[in-house]
Antibody, heavy 119, light 108 residues
């Protein structure tokens, strides 16, 4: 069955960096567009970034553009999110998710990894 | 940016009752609207995509309708496991994806 397992979250100081990973299994990872979506504590969902199956097309939310970098390694069935210049408002649970169709919606989600930005 | 508005913010109902949740877009999203269910401490789960298509494994009591700017998620008869927060989501262009603020369905 499809499994997405995020890792790499933790406590980081403002201005610091963190790299999240998402290990995929149970499906042909290289066939699917992937996204990162986050949820601040007690808040709603916010899309962060999207990457095409080959990695050639990438989009970011304005709130993270220039600070976050999404990438993937299809040989390792893994998705990544490099987060630099972190701010308190980046504190959230970060989910990786598979896209459905031409990436109009999100089909499978991981359980998430918590990123806390605090001094 | 397309803004999604969900109403009501909270819906208090009893098991067996019908739930009707609304999602309105600030401009047309055609039929590119999805619905998700989220329970405390869990990841969201896809319920409906393309406004009216049930995702794999979703019970028939969940149905979606609408197009353009007005959409509805209906739960025909609430089961105890349906009490949760529901989000709508759209992607109609490359400005990105947006989610609504959510509707909490709680037990009356």
């Amino acid at each position: 069955q499809v499994q997405l397992v995020e890792s790499g979250g933790g406590l980081v100081k403002p201005g610091g960096s963190l790299r999240l990973s998402c290990a995929a299994s149970g499906f042909t990872f290289s066939d699917y567009y992937m996204s990162w979506i986050r949820q601040a504590p007690g808040k709603g969902l916010e899309w962060v970034s999207y990457i095409s199956s080959s990695g050639s097309t990438i989009y970011y939310a304005d709130s993270v553009k220039g600070r976050f970098t999404i990438s993937r390694d299809n040989a390792k069935n893994s998705l990544y999110l490099q987060m630099n210049s972190l701010r308190a408002e980046d504190t959230a649970v970060y989910y990786c998710a598979t896209c459905g169709g031409d990436c109009y919606f999100f089909v499978y989600w991981g359980q998430g990894t918590l990123v806390t930005v605090s001094s | 940016e397309i803004v999604l508005t969900q109403s009501p913010a909270t819906l208090s109902l009893s098991p067996g009752e019908r739930a009707t949740l609304s999602c309105r877009a600030s401009q047309s999203v055609s039929s590119y609207l999805a619905w998700y269910q989220q329970k405390p401490g869990q990841a969201p789960r896809l319920l409906i995509y393309d406004a009216s298509n049930r995702a794999t494994g979703i019970p028939a009591r969940f149905s979606g309708s609408g197009s353009g700017t007005d959409f509805t998620l209906t739960i025909s008869s609430l089961e105890p496991e349906d009490f949760a927060v529901y989000y709508c989501q759209q992607r109609s262009n490359w400005w990105g994806f947006t989610f609504g603020p959510g509707t909490k369905v709680d037990i009356k």
